[in-house]
């Protein structure tokens, strides 16, 4: 009975207690902020303009049971899988054919950023497409995010989540699926490929992770291709600095996250360029690009600092560092399963099909899509979606 | 009065901290909302929470928030405005009217904190041969200085005012002193050799930890320094690059959050993390690495707001460095001491201080103190200078 009892699927709604918004709230409105930057861009990390006008608009405009409600308006569980209680959303299309799909959020995102993509991917008729382009939905929240439990003891890197996504798959009683992922996301996508479990038949991915291991390899003649060097020199060289922090201290500044939601926010908005001015451009102008509006923002931001899972996120960068170190001079195992990719043009580098090639020379569907950047699916969950519906198209029967 | 004797004055300044922003503090301290404990037993996943509950607690409840105040307003401190930034200054004259007038420059994560304890030994020595008149300066954005509000105030532009903040003082003649960021600031004094500047000492080797190119690697000394570089350019490099290229981000929390900010401070060297670490959880300060000392310098961090403006200095360093990329700077002709302290990041060993400074004067390894040695050994770091000079007298 104990086995029963173990992988028992739960139902999970949340409620988040009145006082614990009204704490968050008065800790924004008491927020000691820095002067002003010494430069116009954001090169010296988020604007303090931005910040305020996230700030004035958190507190008293945004309504802080958005979160509570988005989620809860979804079918969540819970299962224990490896130790760890996995939270996740599991949207079963009308349409019983559909090709089962597990995406993976990545950081600074959780499930939030998918949530749009629900409809047009389970409910593609209502969406522009056609009954054979369905999908039955799982977005789970990677242990350490959102209402996922935190390991509680090492190890819990891309891989073992990967593991852990095909026990997930198969405890639905999924026996044929793909799976899709961009940011963190991409790599546990990508190990799910290379793990081959049993039922996977194909993976999407929208960020080429794999590029930095083999960059001196990677072809640099066209001018894409130095686009794309030249992108990622520069990420390195100037927007590594919350990546370096959180693969190797990920406890030190998870004290910020954990104390300041202002530090919070400011920390999850400074990820790639592209993405910042987006953001800051929906709160300083009121022009949000897609669906990367305020509100969305914020409820990305507000359910990190409620779950109070800032720390424990970061760490997942550290579990990823050692995951590589302990890997170092191993080749991976190539992925099995046919592989589609999209580039999404504001991405923290938009990868050419020969770059894509070299990191996955089995690669089935290349696309690049017109917009949308590192948070594809959240800012573009149409344009998203429709991507998916034909990566996916020729493993489909 | 002219315009120009009011831009160069120099005014007595004390330090007056109001009793409602240290209530403030102790309410944002009690108040921490902690993230769950690191899952390894050592300091590789950053400051454990063990340390910061300790330091927590005695900060909220057994330490004296008048310190720092108290500390400070013992000793003569100035302001001078210099290229447009208000300087403070420490500065205490040694009743010895020969001695030689030294500046000594703080680093990062310290304030003039860290120098209180040199002050005595320096300027009041066995000897009176060996007495200083002692300069500590506040960098730009640290402490009691202002923040710059234009862009440029890397190293070199501190440097210069160092120069002319000696020169007000009417001292024709000086040395100049650096561990960490001050080693920045008088490595570059060294290659502007502003009239005056007779020699410097420094503990730490700016060059070696921005780049290990041409530095043998043969003897065992030199490779274990070279792994030592290595070791902390792969794991303890984050919170250097954030703020080297992200100062205003982490700002955020280092000025609203003040475990944020303790945190951000401890999480330095090993050496030095662990020495802290231990006052607080064990209550077993290492020389004068104490709890209330190492408060007063985060409580001068938060009570003045500099977390973001001392980050910055990071961002203008790295600025410094790009715009200088593939210039070579001008050798460093005049008189250089330096001293291997052995918890420092790397140990530096002669052949490496050597390569880097064709004058070297003097050479010491001493058998204790670390990145803060100035401020966990203040006697031995004392004597150190008073060898280290003792030919330029």
Do not use: C
């Not at chain 1, 899972?309 to 992925?335: D, I």
């Not at chain 1, 991405?347 to 089995?362: D, M």
């Amino acid at each position: 009975m104990s086995t029963t009892v173990d992988t028992e699927v739960q139902t999970f709604q949340t409620h988040f207690a009145q006082e614990q918004i009204d704490e968050l709230r008065r800790r924004i409105a008491a927020a000691r902020l820095p002067s002003k930057e010494l430069v116009d861009d954001r090169s010296q990390g988020v604007q303090l303009a931005t910040i305020k006008a996230l700030a004035q608009y958190w507190a008293n405009d945004y309504d802080f049971r958005r979160v509570e409600e988005r989620l809860n308006a979804l079918p969540q569980f819970i299962t224990e899988i490896d130790g760890v209680d996995v939270h996740f959303i599991h949207v079963r299309s009308q349409h019983e054919d559909a090709l089962p799909l597990i995406m993976t959020h990545g950081w600074p995102g959780s499930v939030i950023e998918l949530l749009d993509s629900i409809g047009p991917l389970t409910d593609p008729t209502s969406h522009g497409g056609r009954a054979e382009d369905a999908f039955h939905l799982v977005l789970p929240s990677i242990p350490g995010y959102g209402f996922s439990g935190e390991p509680a003891e090492l190890g819990w890197g891309t891989g073992r989540t990967a593991k852990a996504w095909a026990e997930l798959m198969r405890r639905l009683g999924y026996a044929r699926y793909v799976a899709q992922g961009g940011d963190v996301g991409a790599v546990v996508t990508d190990m799910m490929g290379r793990q081959a479990p049993d039922g996977l038949v194909g993976i999407h991915i929208n960020l080429l992770a794999g590029a930095a291991a083999i960059a001196d390899k990677l072809p640099n003649e066209t001018e894409q291709e130095q686009a794309a060097a030249q992108a990622t020199a520069t990420f390195r060289q100037s927007g590594f600095g919350y990546f370096l922090e959180q693969a190797t201290r990920p406890e030190t500044i998870g004290y910020a996250l954990l104390d300041s939601p202002i530090a919070l926010a400011a920390w999850m908005l400074d990820h790639d360029t592209d993405a910042y001015y987006k953001i800051a451009g929906a709160f300083v102008d009121g022009k949000p690009t897609g669906n990367l509006t305020r509100d969305n923002i914020l409820d990305n931001i507000t359910l990190y600092w409620l779950t109070g899972t800032g720390a424990s996120a970061a760490r997942s960068y550290w579990e990823n560092g050692r995951e590589q170190a302990l890997a170092a001079g191993q080749a991976p195992p190539p992925v099995a399963v046919p592989i589609a990719f999209t580039t999404f043009p504001g991405e923290i580098f938009a990868a050419p099909r020969s770059w894509v090639e070299a990191v996955y020379p089995n690669l089935g569907y290349f696309n690049e899509a017109a917009k949308g950047g590192h948070f594809a699916a959240w800012e573009e969950p149409e344009l998203f979606s429709q991507e998916l519906r034909a990566a996916f198209r020729s493993v489909r029967r | 009065m002219s315009v120009v004797e009011t831009a160069t004055a120099i005014r007595p300044f004390q330090v007056e901290i109001g009793d409602e922003h240290v209530e403030e503090l102790r309410r944002r301290i009690a108040a921490t909302r902690l993230p769950g404990r690191e899952l390894v037993g050592d300091r590789s996943q950053g400051v454990q929470l063990a340390t910061i509950e300790a330091l927590a607690r005695y900060w909220a409840n057994d330490y004296d928030f008048g310190r720092v105040q108290e500390r400070l307003n013992a000793v003569p401190q100035f302001i001078t405005e210099i290229d447009g930034v208000d300087v403070h200054f420490i500065h205490v004259r040694s009743q010895h009217e020969d001695a030689l007038p030294l500046i000594i420059t703080h680093g990062w994560p310290g304030s003039v904190i860290e120098m209180l304890d040199v002050i005595e030994p320096l300027t009041s020595p066995p000897s009176a041969g060996d007495a200083f008149h002692v300069v500590i300066p506040s960098l730009p954005g640290y402490g009691f200085s202002s923040e710059p509000t234009e862009l440029g105030w890397y190293s070199g532009r501190t440097a210069q005012a160092w120069a002319v903040l000696m020169n007000r003082l009417g001292y024709a003649r000086f040395v100049a002193q650096g561990g960490d960021q001050g080693a920045a600031v008088t490595d570059d004094m060294a290659h502007q050799a502003p009239e005056g500047l007779a020699g410097v000492h420094l503990n730490l080797l700016r060059r070696a930890l921005g780049s290990t190119q041409g530095l043998p690697a043969e003897s065992e000394q030199e490779r274990a320094a070279l792994e030592a570089v290595n070791a902390f350019r792969t794991s303890g490099f984050g919170y250097f690059l954030e703020q080297s290229t992200r100062p205003q981000t982490i700002g955020y929390g280092l000025l609203d959050s003040p475990i944020a900010l303790a945190a951000w401070m401890l999480d330095h060297d090993t050496d030095s993390y662990s020495k802290i670490a231990s006052a607080f959880v064990d209550g077993k300060p290492t020389g004068k690495l104490t709890r209330d000392n190492v408060l007063d310098n985060i409580t001068l961090y938060w009570l003045t707001g500099t977390g973001a403006s001392a980050a910055r200095s990071y961002w203008e360093g790295g600025r410094a460095a790009a715009l200088a990329k593939g210039k070579t700077p001008p050798a460093v002709s005049i008189p250089v001491a330096f001293t291997t302290f052995p918890g420092e990041i790397f140990r530096a060993p002669r052949s490496w201080v050597e390569a880097v400074y064709p004058n070297v004067i003097y050479f010491n390894e001493v058998e204790r103190g670390g990145h803060f040695a100035a401020w966990e050994e203040p006697e031995l770091f004392a004597a150190e200078l008073r060898a280290a000079f003792r030919s330029l007298r």
